[in-house]
């Protein structure tokens, strides 16, 4: 079953103008001038681009922006919050989703166990991955479609209560105990349908929340915030069921879903409506219009292509496969495979740090890209290579570190290159190339497993995501990361 993936966002009063606490400015003779003469100020090495930026007067104040409650102490007088959460819309809808997320990654954790319940047939299992990916398959480029043409904090909030509703049915089954094997097909297939609307829409809709000069700081934190629930929700869950019983588990990802509806109802009421393009046409022209837009920019192509590889030749070694290797190949315990999952999700968490603060230049976010990509090679290689799980940890840091980075700087830079108008279809093209052949990328890995053995077919897709990176970087990608000419509107990037 799916866990969800959310986009990042903030509380809904805008109107205010977000201050930070006073920096104290020397005087001629080295002094410091009284508290009152001092200035507020959002320090910052680009030029303001909103209110929340603009420098003010005025008397030490607790405010977002900063940590307010540790100002007035010397060590945590300068630090910040990151820039984008210093944008009232984006903060609360990422706190939301953060709520909402850990509730999606119990539901996960209870979905598994109720699977594992009503049959062990791997065959069985993969059916349910494939019968989800079929919907995001058909309709994604549709959801993209859609995501351009309507409001898109609206689509969201339609998909969260389609979500929660599932999610109550789930629980109902389980809690009077008439779950069967086919209901979990039809939850699953309405989950693939839903997340094919939703997921281009909100990954859309963070433009619509920050500067575009925040946008990587958003989407590094919502990268973030993904790994950090993956690794708290299942924990949550384990005590959760063992107290409630598994139907607790979705009940309370209903509930989840309620924080961020309530905020996007509550962004409704202060945000301008996107101003959408004037021509308009129909729907299987549009679904044309943004598939021959990304095929003529030869940077979107490379990113799009690029994410199909990492979803091919990675996820399936990385994610779905790694307990089978860890028991079967390097000779783990049970109690090994979680600590991996662990140690991946730490890989990722620092990675997702290094999006966050890391340059906004082209050259910059062109040099983590390639990083990324080469220590993808790297961690498979050396899982590949190890003799215990002992020796594997390493390579498990790299892989998901390097995983998440290459993941949210394709991410960043295809939210920043997208016109607005086309920027819908072009996630959901993107969505399609990662989500869509994911399942069937896992199937053909485990068959080829089973034939030559899953160490060499580990070391074999790192030998292959090397070879299809670099052809990628030197046939397209490296279009994406070139500055923009002097001349040319000035543009931010990740």
């Excluded at 030869?298 to 199909?308: F, N, T």
């Excluded at 993107?430 to 080829?448: C, D, E, Q, S």
Aim: glycine share 8%; net charge neutral; aromatic share 8%.
């Amino acid at each position: 079953m799916h866990a969800r993936y959310g986009v990042d966002t903030g509380s809904a009063k805008t109107s205010a103008p977000e201050v930070t606490a006073p920096q104290a400015v020397p005087q001629a003779g080295g002094e410091a001038p009284p508290a009152a003469r001092r200035q507020v100020y959002v320090p910052r090495s680009d030029p303001p681009t909103s209110p929340t930026a603009a420098l003010e007067e005025g008397p030490d104040e607790a405010v977002p922006g900063r940590l307010a409650a540790l100002a007035g102490t010397l060590p945590f007088r300068d630090m910040q919050l990151p820039h984008a959460l210093q944008t009232g819309p984006f903060r609360g809808y990422w706190l939301s989703q953060i709520v909402a997320l850990s509730g999606g990654w119990m539901q996960n954790t209870g979905s598994q166990l109720v699977v594992l319940s009503l049959t062990s047939s791997a065959v069985a299992i993969g059916v349910i991955n494939v019968v989800s990916a079929i919907p995001l398959l058909l309709f994604s480029l549709y959801g993209g479609v859609i995501a351009d043409r309507l409001d898109r904090r609206r689509i969201i909030i339609a998909t969260q209560y389609v979500l929660g509703i599932v999610s109550l049915i789930f629980a109902y089954l389980i809690w009077t105990e008439r779950i069967e094997y086919w209901h979990i097909l039809v939850i699953a297939a309405i989950a693939g349908v839903v997340m094919a609307f939703q997921l281009p829409a909100s990954q859309a809709f963070v433009a619509e929340l920050v500067d575009r000069d925040d946008m990587p700081q958003a989407l590094a934190l919502n990268s973030a915030s993904f790994n950090a629930t993956r690794t708290v929700g299942p924990a949550i869950a384990g005590v959760v069921i063992g107290a409630l019983g598994t139907a607790a588990a979705f009940l309370i990802n209903a509930l989840s879903l309620l924080a961020p509806i309530w905020v996007l109802l509550r962004l409704g009421k202060t945000m301008k409506p996107r101003v959408a393009a004037s021509r308009r046409p129909a729907g299987g022209s549009s679904l044309k219009e943004g598939i021959e837009h990304i095929r003529t920019h030869e940077d979107l192509l490379g990113l799009v292509l690029l994410s199909a590889i990492f979803s091919f030749l990675v996820f399936p070694n990385l994610l779905v496969l790694m307990p089978l290797y860890i028991t079967e190949v390097l000779g783990g315990s049970e109690s090994w495979v979680a600590i991996m999952i662990s140690v991946l999700g730490v890989g990722a968490l620092a990675g997702s740090f290094t999006m966050l603060r890391g340059s906004r230049l082209e050259a910059a976010a062109g040099k983590r890209l390639r990083i990324g990509m080469a220590g993808l090679t790297v961690g498979l290689l050396w899982l590949a290579l190890s003799p215990n799980p002992w020796a594997a940890i390493p390579g498990v840091v790299i892989a998901g570190f390097s995983f998440t980075v290459s993941n949210t700087q394709i991410m960043t830079r295809l939210q920043q290159l997208a016109p607005d108008e086309m920027r819908g279809r072009v996630m959901s093209a993107n969505g399609l190339a990662f989500n869509g052949v994911m399942p069937f990328a896992t199937m053909a890995i485990a068959l080829l497993s089973e034939v030559i053995g899953q160490a060499q077919v580990m070391a074999l897709c790192a030998v292959l995501v090397l070879i299809g990176s670099v052809l990628m970087w030197r046939r397209y990608i490296w279009q994406a990361f070139v500055p923009p000419h002097p001349t040319d509107e000035p543009a931010a990037t990740g």
